[in-house]
């Protein structure tokens, strides 16, 4: 799948065009006064760039990329999503074998010691339709505790007295584990749920988002996405 850009064109989504990440990602990159246009800093969020500008962030180039790629990964525990921490050596996006593996970044988060699907991509569109609050994306867990789950106490998630969290819906698998869906997203939030719910969590594993799951993929192995997983999130290919 190729990709255009109409110009002129907001910078932030210029930027996540070039694979530099998500438009919110990108906001970041320009607030932190790292991208400059025709050899002068911009801070300027709102800004909108034409075809014949010249755009860095830091000291890279930013061109469009016209070839877009989907890739759905495993994570393994105690690899990072970032793509570069001078504190780890465990990148997720290393174990994309692909060619085109520079271009990817990866879509959400998983944090290190969490593992299960993650997607990574060079499509900026793809990635803030995924993550925006307002899209209402499923994302679903399997929990697993240290001490017994008490059905009531994940119900209090569920009605959302837990403020700022609340989940979707929930299934109780075992003494030991659970099943939560999310839509928001917002930072270690199972983590914190059942922090703030008195519970270990001994494992947490995503298994879905929105209609793709992550089904009998191996750990640490990846797979691109297919056509009708990409339709179900209005990408057209």
Known sequence: MQKRIDYPVRLNLFLSKCGFGSRRFCDNLIKSGRVSINNKINTELGIKVNEEDVVYVDSSLAEPILKLYYYALNKPRGYVCTNYDPFENLYARDLINVNEKELLFNVGRLDKDSSGL?????????ANRISHPSNMIEKEYVVQTTQPIIEKDIYTAYRGDLKPYKIKSFKIISKYSVSV????????????????????VKSLIRVRIGKVVLGDLPTAKYRKLSSSELNSFGVLI
């Open 181 to 200: 869906v999310v839509t928001e997203g917002k930072n270690r939030e199972i983590r914190n749920i059942f922090a703030m719910l008195g519970y270990d």
């Open 118 to 126: 993650i997607f990574f991509t060079n499509d900026g569109d793809f």
